[in-house]
């Protein structure tokens, strides 16, 4: 803890308080350099990124993963409008963010146009709060911004602080304490129980809610008791284990899960926060226990009974009493095994198709002995990654659901190497998702992260070539000249393999495994199966 009382040095201690683990940011003088000499007065790690965006995603891993908030800074003008993506991802994703932003001085407000507009209008469709602060109120603004981040549903916050702020005297922060949870309404659990009582062939749908230890071990506890089928959404993945004999799947809103999920008399939302599912009509007419951490403004179905809180308290109380189910386990493995046969996409050895890819990678680990987690960007290439990476625990899968924005798998695997160094993360990733955010290789470099970054190249961007639909679009519109990314790692300082066949992939993976620092194994990938992968899955 500093005792300097500077307005970034309070700052930073207050978030040594909330339990920050590091500051990332991308610095352009003025607040920012102080507040970096303010996190590392407070023992605060500061980590240089390359964009604005990636910054911020990676400080929501690091939330999402530590269970604290995460923090990023940036300068004024372009900084900030560089971050709006990754503010946008912290929101969609409930990941609490505290976003530092650089400001003008009361002077240069008065003349200055040069990079000037207002930053906290723009920041504000995608926070949860916002403070323009002037020094002495440091503390009370950022205790404030903290309820905020952290009260359900989870988000970022946008703090500008300009020099004169940063520099000032400030009343020291003391105690900042975080938002715990309700309690679940006893009202609401009571008609819960009773609707549970009727039903012979409840689901669980498990979501973004209950990926903490408290809420996965509840949801392990209602589905065993129920002996009932368990669907994750694709943040959820681990919170039910891929080698649970009651695991069914992913759970969408769409096709794939559609023929086991329509044989239930009860639906039990588990955590399930609307924005994971994609953009299609509920198409179930039973009963809904929705457990929920807040009351959902917007919602896909009208459930029969909300019990909003703790979601672990409120299944934990549901699994009370609980009587086995009419399920039959085989039904449940027939239903996983067809709808992973309905999204099968191998390849073969001179043009590897996207699953193989994956379940190369994990096989590669297996035999590694390396417990290894996934980060996934958005893409064609998720479904396969999505379905055939094994999960055993939350946070085993980092993905953006919420936003759905290319760009993050390469982020997300560099935080989440930062937050558990001894733990390696494979990044998939296409193409496109990864040119967005090519300088993050120098970061993963600079930091020495063991990530292992699998590309599925095939030139374009084939999850919206999936999607013409018959259209006459031009040639290039969805294609561009091939890039050699392998060659991009080696010149930023890592390892870089390109392959073209299965036994190549499988002697990089085996190469990429045994490093110290980040690899790129650029795969040309098969996109023929894409299509089809993307209609079983979504109908």
């Known amino acids: 803890m500093s005792s300097n009382t500077k307005g ?48 911020m995603m990676m400080a929501a891993v690091s939330a999402d993963l530590s269970g604290r908030p995460g923090a990023m800074l940036v300068t004024k003008g372009p900084g900030l409008a560089n971050a ?21 001085s009361a002077k240069q407000t008065g003349y200055v ?39 359900a549903p989870c988000g ?64 392990r506890a209602l589905v065993a008791a129920l002996g009932c089928p368990a669907l994750v959404t694709y943040k959820a993945k681990g919170v039910i284990a891929d080698d649970d004999k009651l695991f069914a799947g992913v759970f969408t809103c769409g096709a794939a899960e559609r023929p086991i999920v329509s044989q239930a008399d009860l639906i039990i939302l588990a955590g399930a926060d609307p924005v994971e599912f994609i953009l299609q009509s509920w198409p179930y007419a039973v009963p809904v226990i929705d457990v ?43 239903h996983l095994a067809a709808s992973k046969a309905a999204l099968a996409f191998p390849g073969t050895d001179d043009a ?17 002995g390396v417990d290894a987690r996934a980060s996934v960007d958005a893409g064609a290439h998720m479904i396969s990654a999505t379905t055939f990476w094994p999960c055993t625990r ?80 031009p040639a290039d519109s969805m294609a561009w000249r091939h890039a050699d990314f392998a060659a991009a790692m080696r010149g930023f300082g890592g390892l870089g393999f390109a392959v073209r066949s299965a036994a190549e992939y499988d002697a990089a993976l085996d190469a990429a495994l045994g490093a110290d620092g980040p690899v790129v194994i650029d795969v040309r990938v098969d996109p023929a199966g894409y299509a089809g992968q993307l209609k079983a899955l979504r109908g």
């Open 113 to 151: 146009t040069h990079q000037a507009f207002d930053q906290i209008a723009l920041a504000t469709p995608v926070t949860k709060a916002t403070a323009r602060v002037r020094g002495a109120d440091m503390a009370a603004e950022v205790a404030r911004l903290a309820t905020a981040a952290c009260s």
């Open 292 to 334: 929920a951490l807040f009351a959902r403004p917007v919602h896909y179905v009208t459930p029969e009974v909300v019990v909003q809180g703790d979601p672990a308290a409120a299944l934990n109380a549901l699994a009370q009493g609980a009587v086995p189910s009419a399920w039959d386990l085989a039904a449940i493995a027939a």
């Open 352 to 368: 590897i198709g996207p699953q193989r890819i994956v379940e190369m990678a994990a096989a590669a680990c297996v035999r590694h």
């Open 394 to 473: 939350p946070h085993d899968l980092l993905i953006s659901n919420g936003l759905a924005t290319m760009g993050f798998a390469l982020p997300a695997a560099i935080a989440a190497a930062l937050h558990e160094p001894a733990r390696p993360v494979i990044a998939f990733t296409g193409d496109g998702g990864l040119a967005m955010c090519l300088g993050e290789l120098a970061t993963a470099a600079s930091v020495g992260a063991r990530i292992v970054v699998v590309v599925f190249n095939d030139d374009g961007l084939s999850l919206i070539a999936a999607k013409q639909d018959g259209r006459d679009l």
């Open 84 to 104: 709006v993506n990754g503010l946008a991802t912290a929101a969609l994703e409930r990941s609490a963010v505290f976003l530092v932003a650089d400001g003008f």
């Open 8 to 55: 970034a040095f309070v700052l930073a201690d207050a978030f040594r308080q909330m339990g920050v683990s590091r500051v990332f940011g991308v610095p352009g003088g003025g607040s920012s350099l102080d507040l970096i000499e303010g996190a590392k007065a407070s023992g605060l790690p500061f980590t240089l990124v390359r964009h604005e965006t990636a910054g």
């Open 156 to 219: 970022p916050v946008m703090l500008e602080m300009n020099a004169p702020a940063a520099q000032a005297m400030a009343a020291a922060a003391d105690g900042i304490a975080l938002p715990a949870a309700a309690m679940p309404d006893a009202a609401a659990l009571e008609r819960a129980r009773a609707l549970l009582a009727r039903a012979r062939r409840p689901v669980v749908i498990a979501g973004l809610e209950v990926r903490d230890p408290a809420g996965s071990a509840a949801v």
